[in-house]
């Protein structure tokens, strides 16, 4: 699951950051204030205009009526050139925009604090993950790409500025406010990552603005209510805290924010602030790092700067200083009043303040406010909440699982720790953590409340001790060192007890700083650190686990004992679950397979269906369609339980007779009645094996055995059925009907006697499978239910596959197939629908499997891992090989070794369709099943369903190629990744 670079991370790679050329950052980046659009706006302004042009005003859209109007009158009054939006909701704010600049003599550049989206200020957006995740990801093309997604959602609501990305060194475990939102302690990860981030953002023709200049890692103070003081020496800053800005700058960085910092080296006033320091902004950023885009102070309302200077002499020093834009005074009014006066006494240069105003209309007219149109508020939530967005947050979350501790190799889980396994969560109720984590085993999951007491933790811990392994997942939290990371004293002391007293693995959802100060983490086998705690990141952790996927996340800060950079490996070993991008396949291609599966179940083809597919071992189209009647009033759920019907070939018999042919115990060149004990005049037992499984045996193709044991008025005949259970009844064929021993001894001697075709040749036949889960019994010494159960789909954790689910599952989650008329006068729920099979108590080589599309999709995934799954070894690889390789073609014969395989030959049809792989291979079901896999292409597919509900005359499903429609999809959705 690789995703490419995109054009400008190569280059990037490339340059390998060596920075000895001249200046020359893209000229499309650069502030020209030599267009005419600037020149004419400029001198139709009045001095005050020009000075109100450099001030941005704050404003919500979630205040009211006089908060817009005293917004409005600032605009109309002074002709402000900036606003920066806080706290509302999209269209509140579009239509707040609209007035705006409605009210404007020139167009306002909007701007937003939107470190990871609009959603960090508005409602009914989603959010990006912070930048300390994006720390975590080693492909910074997700970053450029969330760049650009970010833009667009800016540029859609009519946003120009994005004060991000911070690239601040996250050095100081203890700094209050950058914290999450930095990209890490890595000087050339937070540059390679700001880079990308900004890119994408400018690519959308958006004003960025890198902050906090000159660096606020290294504080302990948050400059929102102090001013931070920071003592380093300037070869100090040079090679750290200015490393990402000096490069960046020469990557074509368009806006910088100056932070309220107390840097004694580069200007040692007291309570000189660097927003205010002219040898900082106008020395060092402007004349020796060449920085030609705007300059942007942070917020003057700031504790930080505004303790010690009043509204207005702040903001004449701040125009001193070297700043472009005035952000967030505290009163616009006082402030222009102020510069003002200040040029009237020559304090200030009017020059200044025009060179100043030219600059922003400069940027304006980059940004295209010279043709501003009206925000369209029409679809504008659905426009800002585009699937890349959740394309990007799977991706991102899935690349930034981090884990830090690893004894004994104990992640991700192995088959035989998937028992006796307990799943402890504190914080939080189920939510799809639990939920996937239900796909691979079935856990006993306990909840903790984050208040819970001592004597609750102690209760439970004492239960847990009965446990093999423990998981403890810590939900709940906060990105917030204010809010404590959202970590009560309950959840405290319930992390440290855990590491005490209980060999557990630790799952924390959030910010690893969180975990600065517990006690006894290290003693805890494993660690992941997720660093959000959503439903993304709940899903790909509970994957991480299980082995669902590779963990590449790397550490960003340093905390305790554990560095940055901290990275241990967790291998792949199970199906993963993902956005169908991750695996390249095209997601609005997709909605044809819906439509198909849709239209199936409208023109009556299936009551309803499960539809899986797979890519690489990843899970990226899981759904359900339908009802399990027509009499619409159960719906299909994705785990529902299909009766499998022929599929039954390959997920039971051959699975059993490839372990048995690896281990030297089965033969392909033998007879059956090599195997069994079968008499002498037995037709099928001179049949060699393999002439049998791939259907050139000259057996018939089926045979109706339970005609034989009615009577003429189609009634049962009392030596071999029961309505009863008794002595001699022992065969449950479906409710309130049983078979005696001899009608079973009767199918096999029809079988026995059934005459051989005169020609060798390919016809398919269900009759040599009755012979073959008795050889596996015969081989094993075990039922052929049990040694399945045992071998294959209890240490895979295929929990609903198995057969006769009457006996032991919610008849509610299994799909009826038939109500048969002729033989059983019942509808058929929860027993095979196939009749040899019921014959004999519905365990049988060629049907009687059941299972779900999931733990279908695991035994499918086994055989193109070349029959490893979860780490373990079920059949060898050679046996795979041979089995799924069509070795008949001379002979007219498509098929491998109990294997479907695609037709070969143009004009014949055949199981799927047309021009797929001819590596591929699985098999189909008469109930309306299907499984597929493709070793080329990575494409595994489950089809479920029951076509012959209430009827197997309806043959819609197969005339109308429901199935193979469906499949063909898939292949059609693989997208072909280029690098122009």
């Known amino acids: 699951m690789k995703r490419l670079y995109s054009v400008f991370t190569i280059l990037l790679f490339l340059h390998n950051f060596s920075f000895s050329q001249e200046n020359n950052p893209c000229d499309y980046t650069c502030i020209d204030t030599t267009y005419h659009w600037v020149d004419s706006v400029f001198n139709s302004l009045t001095p005050e205009q020009r000075i109100a042009q450099l001030i941005m005003v704050d404003a919500y859209s979630n205040k009211g009526v006089e908060h817009k109007n005293h917004i409005e009158s600032l605009i109309k009054k002074y002709n402000i050139g900036g606003i920066i939006f806080f706290q509302g909701g999209p269209v509140r704010q579009a239509n707040l925009t609209n007035t705006f600049q409605k009210a404007a003599q020139t167009p306002i550049m909007i701007a937003m604090d939107a470190e990871w989206g609009l959603a960090m200020r508005l409602d009914s957006v989603e959010p990006f993950p912070r930048q300390m995740m994006l720390g975590a990801i080693s492909n910074n093309g997700l970053i450029y790409d969330m760049g650009l997604a970010i833009g667009k959602q800016c540029r859609r609501l009519g946003v120009h500025i994005n004060f991000a990305p911070v690239v601040d060194i996250n050095n100081n475990p203890n700094n209050p406010v950058i914290n999450s939102r930095s990209f890490g302690e890595n000087k050339k990860k937070v540059l390679k990552k700001a880079f990308s981030y900004m890119q994408g953002m400018v690519d959308q023709r958006l004003i960025v603005s890198a902050k906090h200049f000159p660096g606020h890692g290294d504080t302990d103070a948050d400059s929102h209510n102090a001013l931070p003081i920071i003592n380093h020496p300037i070869s100090r800053l040079n090679r750290l805290e200015l490393f990402p800005y000096k490069h960046l700058i020469k990557l074509g960085l368009n806006g910088i924010m100056v932070a309220h910092l107390q840097v004694n080296a580069l200007d040692n006033r007291p309570h000189r602030p660097s927003s205010i320091s002219k040898p900082t902004i106008t020395g060092l950023l402007r004349n020796k790092m060449k920085f030609t885009g705007l300059v942007f102070t942070d917020a003057l309302n700031m504790r930080g700067v505004a303790d010690y200077y009043e509204p207005g002499q702040l903001e004449i020093e701040a125009l001193k200083a070297g700043n472009d834009v005035l952000l967030y005074p505290a009163d616009a009014e006082i402030s222009i009043k102020a510069i003002e006066k200040a040029i009237e006494k020559g304090e200030l240069s009017e020059s200044i303040v025009n060179t100043r105003c030219k600059r922003v209309l400069a940027a304006k007219y980059w940004l295209g406010l010279d043709t501003l149109k009206p925000i369209k508020t029409e679809n504008l939530i659905k426009d800002l909440n585009p699937p890349k967005t959740e394309e990007l947050n799977n991706w991102i979350s899935s690349e930034a699982i981090t884990c830090i501790q690893n004894k004994d190799n104990t992640l991700p889980l192995s088959n035989e720790n998937l028992n006796n396994l307990a799943i402890v969560t504190i914080g939080a109720e189920k939510n799809e953590f639990h939920t996937r984590i239900k796909e691979y085993t079935n856990p006993d999951f306990y909840f903790l409340k984050k208040n819970s007491t001592e004597s609750k933790i102690k209760s439970l811990i004492k239960k847990l001790k009965n446990y093999n392994n423990v998981i403890l997942a810590v939900q709940g939290t906060s990105n917030s060192p204010y809010r404590k990371y959202g970590l009560t004293e309950g959840v405290i002391n319930t992390i440290n007890a855990f590491g005490l007293e209980i060999n557990a693995s630790l799952i924390y959802f959030g910010n690893p700083y969180a975990l600065q100060k517990l006690k006894n983490i290290e003693n805890y086998k494993s660690i992941i650190i997720t660093y959000h705690d959503n439903k993304y990141t709940h899903d790909y952790a509970a994957q991480a686990i299980f082995g669902g996927i590779e963990t590449n996340g790397v550490l960003p800060v340093s ?422």
């Open 559 to 980: 905390f305790r004992n554990y560095k940055a950079g901290t990275s241990i490996k967790l291998d792949k070993t199970r199906l993963g679950y993902v956005h169908p991008d991750m695996v390249d396949i095209d997601p609005q291609k997709l909605q044809e397979a819906d439509q198909i599966a849709e239209n199936a179940v409208n023109i009556k083809a299936t009551p309803g269906c499960v539809v899986l597919a797979a890519r690489n071992g990843y899970v990226f189209y899981h759904k359900a369609f339908g009802y399990h009647t027509y009499n619409n009033k159960q719906k299909v759920q994705l785990d529902d339980i299909y009766d499998l019907a022929s599929v039954t070939k390959i997920s039971a018999s051959a699975p059993a007779l490839m372990k048995l042919y690896g281990e030297q115990k089965f033969h392909l060149q033998k007879t059956i009645g090599d195997y069994l004990p079968l008499p002498d005049s037995s037709n099928p037992g001179s049949s060699v094996i393999i002439d049998v499984l791939t259907h050139q045996a000259r057996l018939k193709a089926w045979h109706p055995f339970y005609k034989e044991m009615l009577d003429s008025a189609g009634k049962y005949k009392s030596r071999f059925f029961s309505h009863k259970k008794k002595i001699d009844y022992q065969i449950k064929v479906a409710d309130h009907l049983y078979a005696s021993k001899e009608a079973e001894d009767t199918l096999y001697h029809i079988l026995d006697t059934l005459p051989l075709r005169d020609k060798k040749e390919y016809l398919y036949s269900d009759i040599g499978y009755y012979y073959m889960y008795k050889i596996v019994e015969n081989l094993t010494g075990k039922p052929f239910n049990i040694y399945l159960q045992n071998t294959f789909y209890k240490p895979m954790k295929c929990m609903s596959t198995g057969f006769n689910p009457y006996r032991n599952r919610d008849l509610s989650k299994v799909v009826p197939t038939e109500n048969d008329t002729v033989f059983r006068h019942q509808l058929l729920h929860g027993y095979v629908h196939d009749p040899g099979s019921a014959l004999l108590g519905g365990i049988c080589g060629h049907a009687g499997l059941f299972s779900n599309a999931n733990d279908l999709a695991k035994i499918g995934q086994m055989f193109l891992n070349m029959g490893k799954y979860g780490g373990e070894e079920f059949i060898s690889a050679n046996a795979i090989k041979f089995f799924t390789t069509a070795s008949f073609t001379s002979q007219d014969n498509r098929r491998g070794i109990a294997f479907d395989k695609p037709e070969y030959r143009r004009n014949y049809i055949g199981p799927t369709f047309w021009g797929i792989p001819l590596d591929s291979y699985g098999h189909s079901g008469f109930t309306g099943t299907y499984l597929w896999a493709d070793p080329e292409s990575g494409i595994l597919f489950v089809f479920l369903s029951n076509r012959i509900n209430p009827s197997s005359n309806n043959k819609k499903l197969i005339t109308r190629d429901i199935r193979t429609r469906i499949h063909k999809v898939f292949y059609e959705a693989i997208e072909t990744k280029q690098i122009l």
